[in-house]
């Protein structure tokens, strides 16, 4: 296995733990000492951004990824995402992740609303 594999199967693994099995202990884990958020949307510091998590762990939400993309220590995950309380038909996100030492250290994220109707037929995924 490549570290870039590696690296695609350490960041699907955290969303895995995430979002389906809620599990905040195992994403813990995978969070660098060092870590640097540069997305507006959730605070930086690996402390700060494990509270952020936990709110939004409690709130709901899910994740479909449609693609991982993985390129040595950067990994980019591309999903829909519907958030707490969100009865309309989600987000679609795509983040980067930087890993060192086989954990996540670095995020990037950019995100927008799902269009109830596009003028595009084949969709946003």
């Known amino acids: 296995m490549?570290?870039?594999?590696?690296?695609?199967?350490?960041?699907?693994?955290c969303y895995e733990?995430?979002?389906?099995?809620?599990r905040?202990?195992?994403?813990?884990?995978?969070?660098?000492?060092?870590?640097?958020?540069?997305?507006p949307d959730a605070?930086?510091?690996r402390d700060a951004y494990l509270a952020h998590l936990r709110e939004a762990a409690f709130a709901g939400g899910t994740c479909d990824?449609?693609?991982?993309?993985?390129?040595?220590?950067?990994v980019a995950v591309h999903h829909h995402m519907t958030?707490?309380?969100?009865d309309g038909p989600g987000l679609a996100v795509v983040d980067l992740w930087r890993l060192e030492d086989g954990k996540l250290v670095e995020h990037w994220d950019v995100e927008q609303p799902v269009p109830a109707a596009s003028?595009?037929?084949?969709?946003?995924?």
């Open 2 to 13: 490549t570290d870039a594999e590696r690296n695609k199967e350490i960041v699907r693994g």
């Open 17 to 22: 733990q995430f979002f389906v099995h809620r």
């Open 24 to 39: 905040l202990d195992a994403v813990a884990d995978a969070i660098h000492e060092k870590f640097v958020q540069h997305s």
């Open 43 to 45: 605070p930086s510091g």
């Open 65 to 74: 990824i449609k693609r991982i993309i993985a390129d040595g220590d950067f």
């Open 83 to 86: 958030l707490r309380d969100d």
């Open 119 to 125: 003028r595009v037929p084949n969709g946003m995924f």
